[in-house]
Protein backbone atom coordinates (compact mmCIF):
# COMPACT_ATOMS: atom_id res chain seq x y z
CA UNK A 1 0.00 0.00 0.00
CA UNK A 2 1.56 3.06 -0.88
CA UNK A 3 -0.09 6.48 -0.39
CA UNK A 4 0.49 9.75 -2.32
CA UNK A 5 1.13 12.44 0.94
CA UNK A 6 -0.79 15.24 -0.17
CA UNK A 7 -3.78 15.55 1.62
CA UNK A 8 -2.06 17.33 4.82
CA UNK A 9 -2.53 20.70 4.22
CA UNK A 10 0.80 22.90 4.19
CA UNK A 11 -1.03 25.29 6.92
CA UNK A 12 -1.27 22.27 9.24
CA UNK A 13 2.40 21.56 8.63
CA UNK A 14 3.75 25.08 9.52
CA UNK A 15 1.45 25.25 12.03
CA UNK A 16 3.22 22.10 13.73
CA UNK A 17 6.65 22.65 12.95
CA UNK A 18 6.20 26.47 14.42
CA UNK A 19 5.03 25.01 17.48
CA UNK A 20 8.06 23.01 17.82
CA UNK A 21 10.36 25.06 16.20
CA UNK A 22 9.86 28.41 17.18
CA UNK A 23 10.53 27.63 21.11
CA UNK A 24 13.52 25.84 20.00
CA UNK A 25 14.79 28.74 17.94
CA UNK A 26 14.68 31.18 20.54
CA UNK A 27 16.75 28.89 23.22
CA UNK A 28 19.11 28.37 20.54
CA UNK A 29 19.68 31.88 20.09
CA UNK A 30 19.62 32.37 23.66
CA UNK A 31 22.37 29.82 24.27
CA UNK A 32 24.47 31.37 21.14
CA UNK A 33 23.90 34.42 22.95
CA UNK A 34 25.31 33.33 26.02
CA UNK A 35 28.57 31.41 24.06
CA UNK A 36 29.50 34.43 22.93
CA UNK A 37 30.91 35.09 26.23
CA UNK A 38 33.18 32.77 25.76
CA UNK A 39 35.07 34.78 23.01
CA UNK A 40 35.44 37.53 24.49
CA UNK B 1 13.51 -18.83 22.70
CA UNK B 2 11.07 -17.65 19.34
CA UNK B 3 8.52 -15.92 19.89
CA UNK B 4 4.90 -16.61 17.59
CA UNK B 5 3.85 -12.97 16.09
CA UNK B 6 0.62 -11.63 16.48
CA UNK B 7 -1.02 -9.63 14.22
CA UNK B 8 -4.35 -9.37 15.42
CA UNK B 9 -3.73 -6.19 16.91
CA UNK B 10 -5.60 -6.97 20.38
CA UNK B 11 -4.78 -4.06 22.25
CA UNK B 12 -6.41 -3.15 25.51
CA UNK B 13 -9.07 -0.53 25.16
CA UNK B 14 -8.14 3.07 27.00
CA UNK B 15 -10.68 4.23 28.91
CA UNK B 16 -10.60 7.39 27.03
CA UNK B 17 -11.19 6.01 22.81
CA UNK B 18 -9.43 9.10 21.88
CA UNK B 19 -5.87 6.99 23.19
CA UNK B 20 -6.54 4.05 21.37
CA UNK B 21 -3.91 2.62 19.58
CA UNK B 22 -6.58 2.25 16.60
CA UNK B 23 -7.93 6.21 16.86
CA UNK B 24 -4.33 6.76 15.95
CA UNK B 25 -3.88 5.06 12.60
CA UNK B 26 -3.06 7.35 9.97
CA UNK B 27 -5.75 7.93 7.28
CA UNK B 28 -4.48 7.65 3.61
CA UNK B 29 -2.96 11.23 2.47
CA UNK B 30 -1.41 12.04 6.40
CA UNK B 31 1.69 13.30 6.19
CA UNK B 32 4.43 11.97 7.62
CA UNK B 33 6.35 15.04 8.22
CA UNK B 34 3.59 15.82 11.03
CA UNK B 35 5.18 13.66 13.12
CA UNK B 36 8.79 14.98 14.18
CA UNK B 37 6.91 18.11 15.47
CA UNK B 38 4.69 15.74 17.41
CA UNK B 39 7.93 14.01 19.02
CA UNK B 40 9.66 17.54 19.76
CA UNK B 41 6.38 18.57 21.53
CA UNK B 42 7.12 15.90 23.93
CA UNK B 43 11.06 16.11 24.43
CA UNK B 44 11.51 19.55 24.42
CA UNK B 45 9.08 19.32 27.58
CA UNK B 46 11.06 16.76 29.42
CA UNK B 47 13.98 18.24 28.45
CA UNK B 48 13.89 20.37 30.71
CA UNK B 49 15.04 17.84 33.61
CA UNK B 50 18.58 19.28 32.47
CA UNK B 51 17.64 22.80 33.40
CA UNK B 52 16.47 21.30 36.38
CA UNK B 53 19.50 23.05 38.42
CA UNK B 54 18.12 26.58 37.63
CA UNK B 55 15.54 26.34 40.43
CA UNK B 56 18.80 24.72 43.75
CA UNK B 57 19.41 28.10 44.61
CA UNK B 58 16.41 29.73 44.66
CA UNK B 59 15.13 26.92 46.65
CA UNK B 60 17.63 26.57 49.27
CA UNK B 61 16.33 30.50 49.99
CA UNK B 62 12.40 29.42 50.01
CA UNK B 63 12.17 31.07 53.99
CA UNK B 64 15.35 33.00 53.75
CA UNK B 65 14.27 34.81 50.83
CA UNK B 66 17.52 36.96 49.90
CA UNK B 67 19.60 34.55 51.97
CA UNK B 68 19.35 30.76 53.46
CA UNK B 69 17.64 30.75 56.68
CA UNK B 70 18.81 27.75 58.92
CA UNK B 71 15.41 26.08 58.31
CA UNK B 72 15.85 25.88 54.65
CA UNK B 73 16.56 23.05 52.00
CA UNK B 74 20.35 22.29 51.40
CA UNK B 75 21.77 21.96 48.34
CA UNK B 76 23.10 18.08 48.74
CA UNK B 77 19.40 17.43 49.92
CA UNK B 78 18.36 19.32 46.32
CA UNK B 79 20.63 17.37 44.28
CA UNK B 80 18.57 14.06 45.25
CA UNK B 81 15.71 15.84 43.03
CA UNK B 82 17.52 14.90 39.85
CA UNK B 83 19.40 11.73 40.75
CA UNK B 84 15.87 10.45 41.67
CA UNK B 85 14.02 11.55 38.83
CA UNK B 86 16.95 10.12 36.67
CA UNK B 87 16.60 6.87 38.16
CA UNK B 88 13.22 6.83 37.80
CA UNK B 89 13.44 7.42 34.12
CA UNK B 90 15.72 4.12 33.64
CA UNK B 91 13.39 2.54 35.68
CA UNK B 92 9.82 3.53 33.75
CA UNK B 93 11.50 3.53 30.52
CA UNK B 94 12.37 -0.22 31.49
CA UNK B 95 9.36 -1.80 33.24
CA UNK B 96 7.02 0.20 30.65
CA UNK B 97 8.75 -0.04 27.01
CA UNK B 98 6.88 -2.46 26.55
CA UNK B 99 2.60 -1.11 27.50
CA UNK B 100 4.29 1.64 25.50
CA UNK B 101 4.62 -0.17 22.76
CA UNK B 102 1.95 -1.98 22.47
CA UNK B 103 -0.79 0.78 23.69
CA UNK B 104 0.49 3.40 21.08
CA UNK B 105 2.31 6.24 20.68
CA UNK B 106 -0.75 8.59 22.03
CA UNK B 107 -1.15 6.98 25.25
CA UNK B 108 2.08 7.08 26.04
CA UNK B 109 2.27 10.82 25.49
CA UNK B 110 -0.84 11.39 27.01
CA UNK B 111 0.59 9.59 30.72
CA UNK B 112 3.69 11.03 30.22
CA UNK B 113 2.13 14.37 29.70
CA UNK B 114 -0.07 13.54 32.87
CA UNK B 115 2.66 12.90 35.02
CA UNK B 116 4.77 15.84 33.96
CA UNK B 117 2.33 18.07 34.33
CA UNK B 118 1.64 16.51 37.88
CA UNK B 119 5.27 16.29 39.17
CA UNK B 120 5.12 20.05 38.67
CA UNK B 121 1.95 20.76 40.67
CA UNK B 122 3.07 18.56 43.37
CA UNK B 123 6.40 20.11 43.60
CA UNK B 124 4.64 23.43 43.47
CA UNK B 125 2.83 22.00 46.52
CA UNK B 126 5.82 20.94 48.02
CA UNK B 127 7.83 24.22 47.93
CA UNK B 128 4.28 26.12 49.36
CA UNK B 129 4.31 23.57 52.29
CA UNK B 130 8.13 23.30 52.42
CA UNK B 131 7.61 19.70 52.54
CA UNK B 132 10.79 17.97 50.61
CA UNK B 133 9.57 14.42 49.97
CA UNK B 134 6.53 15.90 48.10
CA UNK B 135 9.05 17.10 45.90
CA UNK B 136 11.20 13.63 45.71
CA UNK B 137 7.46 11.91 44.99
CA UNK B 138 6.55 14.70 42.36
CA UNK B 139 9.56 16.02 40.04
CA UNK B 140 11.76 12.71 41.11
CA UNK B 141 9.40 10.09 41.05
CA UNK B 142 6.19 10.97 39.15
CA UNK B 143 8.15 13.26 36.57
CA UNK B 144 10.85 10.54 36.39
CA UNK B 145 8.38 8.60 35.21
CA UNK B 146 7.23 10.77 32.71
CA UNK B 147 10.70 11.57 31.24
CA UNK B 148 11.02 7.73 31.09
CA UNK B 149 7.81 7.12 29.40
CA UNK B 150 7.78 10.35 27.02
CA UNK B 151 11.28 9.58 25.81
CA UNK B 152 10.49 6.09 24.39
CA UNK B 153 6.97 7.05 22.90
CA UNK B 154 7.72 8.20 19.39
CA UNK B 155 10.82 6.22 19.03
CA UNK B 156 9.31 3.37 17.12
CA UNK B 157 6.56 5.34 15.43
CA UNK B 158 9.28 7.50 14.14
CA UNK B 159 10.93 4.63 12.44
CA UNK B 160 7.95 3.33 10.90
CA UNK B 161 7.51 6.35 9.38
CA UNK B 162 10.89 6.94 8.00
CA UNK B 163 11.79 2.99 7.23
CA UNK B 164 14.51 5.34 4.49
CA UNK B 165 16.02 7.54 7.21
CA UNK B 166 15.52 5.86 10.85
CA UNK B 167 18.33 7.56 12.14
CA UNK B 168 17.41 11.12 11.28
CA UNK B 169 13.87 10.73 12.54
CA UNK B 170 14.54 9.67 15.86
CA UNK B 171 17.66 12.41 15.45
CA UNK B 172 14.85 14.65 15.04
CA UNK B 173 13.35 13.65 18.45
CA UNK B 174 15.97 13.17 20.80
CA UNK B 175 17.61 16.48 19.26
CA UNK B 176 14.16 18.08 21.40
CA UNK B 177 15.53 16.18 24.71
CA UNK B 178 18.67 18.22 24.54
CA UNK B 179 17.16 21.35 23.15
CA UNK B 180 14.16 21.10 26.12
CA UNK B 181 17.08 22.82 28.84
CA UNK B 182 17.76 25.61 26.16
CA UNK B 183 14.06 26.69 26.19
CA UNK B 184 13.56 25.76 30.01
CA UNK B 185 16.33 27.92 31.44
CA UNK B 186 16.19 31.36 30.18
CA UNK B 187 12.16 30.86 30.79
CA UNK B 188 12.62 29.70 34.36
CA UNK B 189 14.88 32.69 34.84
CA UNK B 190 12.67 34.73 33.67
CA UNK B 191 9.20 33.68 35.22
CA UNK B 192 11.17 33.26 38.88
CA UNK B 193 12.04 37.23 38.14
CA UNK B 194 8.55 38.05 37.22
CA UNK B 195 7.09 36.03 40.36
CA UNK B 196 9.65 37.19 42.67
CA UNK B 197 8.23 39.81 45.58
CA UNK B 198 9.72 40.56 49.14
CA UNK B 199 8.34 37.66 50.56
CA UNK B 200 8.32 34.61 48.15
CA UNK B 201 11.24 33.77 45.78
CA UNK B 202 9.00 32.71 42.74
CA UNK B 203 9.40 29.36 42.28
CA UNK B 204 5.75 27.96 43.42
CA UNK B 205 3.97 30.13 40.85
CA UNK B 206 6.89 29.06 38.23
CA UNK B 207 6.39 25.44 38.67
CA UNK B 208 2.57 25.86 38.78
CA UNK B 209 2.77 27.80 35.02
CA UNK B 210 5.80 25.23 34.02
CA UNK B 211 3.31 22.86 34.76
CA UNK B 212 0.49 23.72 33.12
CA UNK B 213 2.44 24.92 29.76
CA UNK B 214 4.15 21.89 29.57
CA UNK B 215 0.92 19.56 29.64
CA UNK B 216 -0.96 21.81 26.69
CA UNK B 217 2.62 21.31 24.58
CA UNK B 218 2.61 17.68 24.99
CA UNK B 219 -0.81 17.11 24.47
CA UNK B 220 -0.81 19.03 20.84
CA UNK B 221 2.03 16.27 20.14
CA UNK B 222 -0.27 13.62 22.00
CA UNK B 223 -2.96 15.39 19.85
CA UNK B 224 -1.54 15.03 15.90
CA UNK B 225 0.53 11.62 16.31
CA UNK B 226 -0.24 8.67 14.30
CA UNK B 227 0.88 5.73 13.32
CA UNK B 228 1.26 4.62 9.71
CA UNK B 229 -1.30 1.89 8.40
CA UNK B 230 -0.59 -1.71 8.24
CA UNK B 231 1.40 -1.93 5.17
CA UNK B 232 2.33 1.51 4.42
CA UNK B 233 5.44 2.52 2.83
CA UNK B 234 7.32 6.14 2.30
CA UNK B 235 6.80 6.72 -1.53
CA UNK B 236 9.43 5.07 -3.89
CA UNK B 237 10.92 3.34 -1.23
CA UNK B 238 11.40 -0.54 -1.42
CA UNK B 239 12.48 -2.14 1.80
CA UNK B 240 14.37 -5.11 0.12
CA UNK B 241 17.31 -2.30 -0.49
CA UNK B 242 18.22 -2.77 3.11
CA UNK B 243 18.28 -6.34 2.92
CA UNK B 244 22.17 -6.10 0.98
CA UNK B 245 23.13 -4.95 4.49
CA UNK B 246 24.25 -7.84 6.89
CA UNK B 247 24.01 -6.21 10.07
CA UNK B 248 20.08 -4.54 9.24
CA UNK B 249 17.33 -7.65 9.74
CA UNK B 250 13.61 -7.37 8.58
CA UNK B 251 12.63 -9.73 11.28
CA UNK B 252 11.67 -8.80 14.51
CA UNK B 253 12.68 -10.01 18.08
CA UNK B 254 10.49 -9.62 21.10
CA UNK B 255 11.88 -7.71 23.96
CA UNK B 256 12.16 -9.90 26.46
CA UNK B 257 14.29 -11.79 23.64
CA UNK B 258 16.33 -9.43 22.77
CA UNK B 259 17.94 -9.03 26.25
CA UNK B 260 19.21 -12.61 26.19
CA UNK B 261 21.54 -12.13 22.57
CA UNK B 262 24.74 -10.90 23.26
CA UNK B 263 23.94 -8.45 21.08
CA UNK B 264 22.40 -6.45 23.22
CA UNK B 265 24.46 -6.34 26.16
CA UNK B 266 27.26 -5.58 23.31
CA UNK B 267 25.31 -2.55 22.58
CA UNK B 268 24.69 -1.23 26.24
CA UNK B 269 28.73 -1.28 26.71
CA UNK B 270 28.87 0.43 23.59
CA UNK B 271 26.11 3.03 24.82
CA UNK B 272 27.37 3.39 28.39
CA UNK B 273 31.28 4.16 27.41
CA UNK B 274 29.98 6.71 25.24
CA UNK B 275 27.72 8.14 27.67
CA UNK B 276 30.18 7.92 30.40
CA UNK B 277 32.73 9.88 28.30
CA UNK B 278 30.32 12.83 28.15
CA UNK B 279 28.30 13.23 30.75
CA UNK B 280 31.68 13.32 32.97
CA UNK B 281 32.87 16.41 30.88
CA UNK B 282 29.26 18.14 30.35
CA UNK B 283 28.88 17.95 34.02
CA UNK B 284 32.44 19.44 34.83
CA UNK B 285 33.42 21.48 31.67
CA UNK B 286 32.83 24.57 33.74
CA UNK B 287 35.15 23.85 36.55
CA UNK B 288 37.59 21.83 34.73
CA UNK B 289 38.59 24.57 31.87
CA UNK B 290 38.61 27.62 34.36
CA UNK B 291 41.29 24.84 36.15
CA UNK B 292 43.07 23.61 33.32
CA UNK B 293 43.37 26.97 31.80
CA UNK B 294 43.71 29.54 34.80
CA UNK B 295 44.02 33.14 34.02
CA UNK B 296 42.67 32.47 30.17
CA UNK B 297 38.97 31.10 30.64
CA UNK B 298 37.39 33.21 33.52
CA UNK B 299 33.75 32.30 35.04
CA UNK B 300 31.86 33.98 32.80
CA UNK B 301 33.81 32.57 29.59
CA UNK B 302 33.27 28.77 31.22
CA UNK B 303 29.45 29.58 31.50
CA UNK B 304 29.72 30.27 27.81
CA UNK B 305 31.56 26.79 27.07
CA UNK B 306 28.83 25.57 29.00
CA UNK B 307 25.97 27.06 26.35
CA UNK B 308 28.12 25.93 23.21
CA UNK B 309 28.94 22.77 24.62
CA UNK B 310 24.40 22.48 25.14
CA UNK B 311 24.20 23.37 21.08
CA UNK B 312 27.10 20.97 20.18
CA UNK B 313 24.85 18.15 22.47
CA UNK B 314 21.87 18.91 20.70
CA UNK B 315 23.37 19.24 17.20
CA UNK B 316 25.02 16.05 17.42
CA UNK B 317 21.59 14.12 18.32
CA UNK B 318 20.32 15.07 14.85
CA UNK B 319 23.57 15.35 12.54
CA UNK B 320 25.52 12.15 13.80
CA UNK B 321 22.39 10.03 13.63
CA UNK B 322 21.10 11.56 10.63
CA UNK B 323 25.19 10.73 8.70
CA UNK B 324 24.38 6.89 10.72
CA UNK B 325 21.69 6.52 8.06
CA UNK B 326 24.46 6.98 4.98
CA UNK B 327 27.33 5.11 6.44
CA UNK B 328 25.79 2.75 9.09
CA UNK B 329 25.38 2.62 12.71
CA UNK B 330 28.09 0.32 13.26
CA UNK B 331 30.27 2.82 11.01
CA UNK B 332 29.46 5.22 13.42
CA UNK B 333 29.81 3.77 16.67
CA UNK B 334 33.51 3.21 15.33
CA UNK B 335 34.33 6.82 14.33
CA UNK B 336 33.09 7.67 18.15
CA UNK B 337 34.84 5.39 19.72
CA UNK B 338 38.07 6.19 17.56
CA UNK B 339 37.65 10.03 17.38
CA UNK B 340 36.13 9.97 21.59
CA UNK B 341 40.22 8.11 21.51
CA UNK B 342 41.68 10.97 20.07
CA UNK B 343 39.80 13.40 21.68
CA UNK B 344 40.65 12.39 25.31
CA UNK B 345 44.50 11.65 24.67
CA UNK B 346 44.30 15.27 23.02
CA UNK B 347 43.50 16.97 26.09
CA UNK B 348 45.59 16.57 28.44
CA UNK B 349 48.40 17.93 25.42
CA UNK B 350 46.01 20.89 25.05
CA UNK B 351 46.08 22.04 28.91
CA UNK B 352 49.86 21.25 28.88
CA UNK B 353 50.67 23.51 25.88
CA UNK B 354 48.03 25.83 27.40
CA UNK B 355 46.23 25.62 23.51
CA UNK B 356 42.36 26.77 24.33
CA UNK B 357 41.00 26.37 21.51
CA UNK B 358 42.42 22.93 20.70
CA UNK B 359 40.69 22.42 24.34
CA UNK B 360 37.45 24.02 23.23
CA UNK B 361 37.00 21.37 20.07
CA UNK B 362 37.69 18.50 21.44
CA UNK B 363 35.21 19.16 24.08
CA UNK B 364 32.51 20.45 21.85
CA UNK B 365 33.69 17.15 19.05
CA UNK B 366 33.38 14.86 22.60
CA UNK B 367 29.79 16.26 23.47
CA UNK B 368 28.49 16.27 20.13
CA UNK B 369 29.42 12.44 19.72
CA UNK B 370 27.62 12.11 23.42
CA UNK B 371 24.15 13.63 21.74
CA UNK B 372 24.79 11.42 18.91
CA UNK B 373 25.62 8.33 20.71
CA UNK B 374 21.68 8.45 22.57
CA UNK B 375 19.89 10.25 19.21
CA UNK B 376 21.74 6.73 16.65
CA UNK B 377 21.26 4.22 19.32
CA UNK B 378 17.54 3.58 18.58
CA UNK B 379 18.11 2.84 15.33
CA UNK B 380 21.37 0.57 15.79
CA UNK B 381 18.40 -1.54 17.84
CA UNK B 382 16.01 -1.39 15.09
CA UNK B 383 18.77 -2.69 12.85
CA UNK B 384 19.21 -5.67 15.03
CA UNK B 385 16.28 -6.39 16.34
CA UNK B 386 13.40 -5.33 14.12
CA UNK B 387 10.98 -2.54 14.36
CA UNK B 388 8.08 -4.09 16.50
CA UNK B 389 9.48 -4.33 19.66
CA UNK B 390 12.18 -1.44 19.17
CA UNK B 391 10.90 1.32 21.91
CA UNK B 392 10.51 -1.29 24.49
CA UNK B 393 14.37 -2.87 23.67
CA UNK B 394 15.27 0.92 23.88
CA UNK B 395 13.42 1.86 26.94
CA UNK B 396 15.98 -1.44 28.85
CA UNK B 397 18.74 -0.29 27.05
CA UNK B 398 18.32 2.97 28.79
CA UNK B 399 19.79 1.25 31.89
CA UNK B 400 22.94 2.27 30.55
CA UNK B 401 22.47 5.68 30.37
CA UNK B 402 21.43 5.49 34.36
CA UNK B 403 24.83 3.70 35.12
CA UNK B 404 26.61 6.31 33.17
CA UNK B 405 25.08 9.19 35.19
CA UNK B 406 26.59 7.61 37.95
CA UNK B 407 30.00 6.33 36.46
CA UNK B 408 30.99 9.37 34.60
CA UNK B 409 30.84 12.12 37.31
CA UNK B 410 32.91 9.75 39.87
CA UNK B 411 35.34 8.86 37.40
CA UNK B 412 35.79 13.15 37.35
CA UNK B 413 35.11 13.97 40.96
CA UNK B 414 37.15 11.40 42.75
CA UNK B 415 40.11 10.75 40.67
CA UNK B 416 40.57 14.64 40.32
CA UNK B 417 40.09 14.82 44.12
CA UNK B 418 42.52 11.91 44.69
CA UNK B 419 45.26 13.70 42.78
CA UNK B 420 44.88 17.21 44.27
CA UNK B 421 44.95 15.61 47.65
CA UNK B 422 48.39 14.33 46.63
CA UNK B 423 50.42 17.35 45.45
CA UNK B 424 49.12 17.43 41.79
CA UNK B 425 48.95 20.25 40.10
CA UNK B 426 44.83 21.20 39.77
CA UNK B 427 46.18 21.99 35.87
CA UNK B 428 47.14 18.21 35.29
CA UNK B 429 44.37 16.73 38.12
CA UNK B 430 42.22 15.43 34.72
CA UNK B 431 44.89 13.87 33.04
CA UNK B 432 44.51 10.61 34.92
CA UNK B 433 40.59 10.93 34.09
CA UNK B 434 41.15 11.61 30.54
CA UNK B 435 43.26 8.42 30.01
CA UNK B 436 41.16 6.37 31.68
CA UNK B 437 38.17 7.52 29.34
CA UNK B 438 40.45 7.17 26.57
CA UNK B 439 40.95 3.75 27.42
CA UNK B 440 37.13 3.33 27.96
CA UNK B 441 36.51 3.80 24.34
CA UNK B 442 39.01 0.92 23.47
CA UNK B 443 36.52 -1.38 24.99
CA UNK B 444 33.40 0.27 23.27
CA UNK B 445 35.64 -0.52 20.08
CA UNK B 446 36.20 -3.63 20.79
CA UNK B 447 32.55 -4.42 22.18
CA UNK B 448 30.85 -2.37 18.80
CA UNK B 449 33.13 -4.33 16.98
CA UNK B 450 32.06 -7.56 18.20
CA UNK B 451 28.61 -6.94 17.32
CA UNK B 452 26.85 -9.37 14.44
CA UNK B 453 23.43 -10.04 13.35
CA UNK B 454 21.23 -11.37 15.47
CA UNK B 455 20.94 -15.18 15.39
CA UNK B 456 17.47 -16.06 13.36
CA UNK B 457 16.57 -18.47 16.56
CA UNK B 458 15.69 -15.20 18.43
CA UNK B 459 13.34 -13.94 15.67
CA UNK B 460 9.96 -13.74 16.03
CA UNK B 461 7.75 -16.15 13.77
CA UNK B 462 5.42 -15.19 11.62
CA UNK B 463 1.48 -16.52 11.50
CA UNK B 464 1.79 -20.17 9.79
CA UNK B 465 5.49 -20.43 9.83
CA UNK B 466 6.32 -23.69 11.26
CA UNK B 467 9.20 -23.89 13.75
CA UNK B 468 10.41 -27.22 14.51
CA UNK B 469 11.84 -25.73 17.71
CA UNK B 470 9.91 -23.43 18.73
CA UNK B 471 7.65 -26.11 21.30
CA UNK B 472 8.07 -23.30 24.06
CA UNK B 473 7.00 -20.53 22.04
CA UNK B 474 4.86 -17.98 23.72
CA UNK B 475 2.53 -15.65 21.89
CA UNK B 476 4.04 -12.24 22.14
CA UNK B 477 1.56 -10.28 24.53
CA UNK B 478 0.82 -13.43 26.47
Not at chain 2, 134 to 159: K, N
Request: charged share 10%; with cysteine.
Amino acid sequence: MEHVETNTSTLRLILAWSIAGIPLLAGVTQTLINAMKLFQ
Amino acid sequence: MAVMMDTSETYAKAWIPFLDRERTVAKPGYSRWMIPPAALCVHLCIGQAYAFSVFNLPMTKLLGITQSAPEDWKLTELGWIFSIAMLFLGISSAVFGRWVEEGGPRKAMFTAAICWASGFLISALGIKTHTLWLIYLGYGVIGGCALGVGYISPVSTLMKWFPDRPGMATGMAIMGFGGGALIASPLSVWLMSKFQTATDVGVFNTFIVLGCVYFCFMMFGAAIVRVPAPGWKPKGYTPSADTGKKMVTKNDVFVYDAVKTPQFWLVWTVLFVNTTAGIGVLGQASAMSQEMFPGHITAIAAAGLVGLMSLFNMGGRFSWASLSDYIGRKNTYFVYMCLGFVMYITVPYAGGSGNVVLFVCCFLIIVSMYGGGFSTVPAYLRDLFGTRYVGAIHGILLTAWSAAGVAGPVLINYIREYNVTHGVPKAQAYNTTMYIMAGLFIVGFICNLAIRAVDSKWHMKKPGEVDAGAADAVPSRA
